[in-house]
């Protein structure tokens, strides 16, 4: 039961790899969201969708596309993956109108 | 632009003592407010937010926060804290910019001595 789910938890993968993160959400949220969290601790926003529209690109590399195939799910699909890439991917939901609320337990990307 | 200030990377606490943790932002319009706390290896979960009225604000896990606007804060405070409590915990204001997006402080990380 849980609320909002990623997966996978751990991915390493060398430079250049593409890879995908999936995010699922089952409390009927209209907004779903990518957060980057650095070796710092340091959180930024990358994208937000509302009903599948991206609302939000926080000036992110083209090499991230995120894809919403419905209000549920929101992946994030990263190309010719590099070093700097290396860091937690937090998926996130809120209702429509409220802020990121609910969070996933994140995925660790190490990049090698 | 919206910024948030957590001016403590580390605070130790002795379990049983009071706890506060600040935070201080900077935002042109009237903010909303939040504290999340992530434990080791976990994601973020909501304390407590702030959106208006009542400036002391209740959350989960009895915290509280208190929002001065005339000091830009909006400090996290606990009157005991438990050694479950040992986490990072982050302060973010919200932008409302047309759409909505939370801007974070760099968090603090809490330790709790026995």
């Known amino acids: 039961d849980t609320a909002v789910s990623q997966t996978p938890k751990y991915l390493v993968t060398q430079m250049g790899n593409d890879k995908s993160i999936k995010c699922e959400q089952n409390?009927?949220?209209?907004?779903m969201y990518w957060y980057k969290q650095d070796s710092k601790k340091f959180l930024k926003i990358m994208f937000s969708y509302n009903n599948k529209e991206l609302i939000i690109n926080e000036t992110v590399p083209n090499r991230f596309s995120p894809k919403s195939p419905d209000k549920a799910h929101l992946n994030l699909h990263i190309n010719s993956l590099e070093l700097g890439d290396s860091a937690v991917y937090f998926c996130?939901?809120?209702?429509?109108?409220?802020?990121?609320?609910?969070f996933g337990q994140g995925t660790r990307l190490t990049v090698v | 632009a919206q910024s948030v200030t957590q001016p403590d990377i580390h605070i130790t606490v002795s379990e049983g003592a009071s706890l506060e943790l600040r935070c201080n932002y900077s935002y042109g319009a009237t903010p909303y407010l939040f504290w999340y706390v992530q434990s080791p290896g976990q994601g973020l979960q909501l304390l407590l937010k702030y959106f208006s009225g009542d400036t002391l604000v209740q959350g989960i896990k009895g915290f509280e926060a208190e929002f001065k606007r005339s000091q830009s804060s909006f400090n996290l405070r606990k009157p005991s804290v438990h050694w479950s409590d040992a986490a990072e915990y982050f302060c973010a204001v919200g932008a409302n910019t047309g759409f909505q997006k939370l801007v974070f402080g760099t968090g603090t990380r809490l330790l709790v001595s026995p």
């Open positions: 409390l009927g949220h209209d907004t």
């Open positions: 996130a939901s809120s209702p429509q109108g409220g802020w990121a609320a609910f």
